[in-house]
């Protein structure tokens, strides 16, 4: 059975805002490219209230915080790089 990792992004006014609209739009492609969308239960999320640290995702139950297009690709590739 194929691996099923979670991933949830936060998708409050406050992470959205400041970078999680775009966050989204990378991870979406990312996974499309890498046809990973059947294997990434991949769903937004109201604010998970670490706003002040935001923008933020959790994948797999580890939060990462200050989510932003610097970081984004080395976080998805570190976490779903593996994942086939
Ligand atoms: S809006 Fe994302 S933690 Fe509050």
Same mark, same amino acid.
């Given at each position: $059975? #194929? @691996?099923? &990792?979670?991933?949830i992004?936060? /998708?409050?006014?406050?992470?959205?805002?400041?970078?999680?609209?775009?966050?989204? %739009?990378?991870?979406?492609?990312? &996974? *499309? %490219?890498?046809? !990973? +969308? =059947? *294997?990434? #239960?991949?769903?937004? =999320? /109201?604010?998970? +209230? =670490?706003?002040?640290?935001?923008?933020?995702m959790r994948i797999?139950?580890k939060w990462? +915080?200050?989510? #932003?297009?610097?970081?984004? $690709? @080395?976080? !998805? +590739?570190? @976490? &779903?790089?593996?994942? *086939?």
């Open positions: $059975m #194929d @691996t099923q &990792l979670e991933m992004i936060c /998708l409050g006014s406050s992470c959205f805002s400041r970078g999680n609209n775009k966050n989204l %739009k990378i991870i979406q492609d990312y &996974l *499309k %490219k890498n046809r !990973l +969308e =059947h *294997k990434i #239960d991949f769903r937004g =999320h /109201l604010c998970s +209230e =670490h706003c002040n640290r935001g923008p933020v797999n139950g990462y +915080e200050q989510v #932003d297009e610097s970081n984004i $690709m @080395t976080i !998805l +590739e570190e @976490t &779903l790089g593996g994942v *086939k």
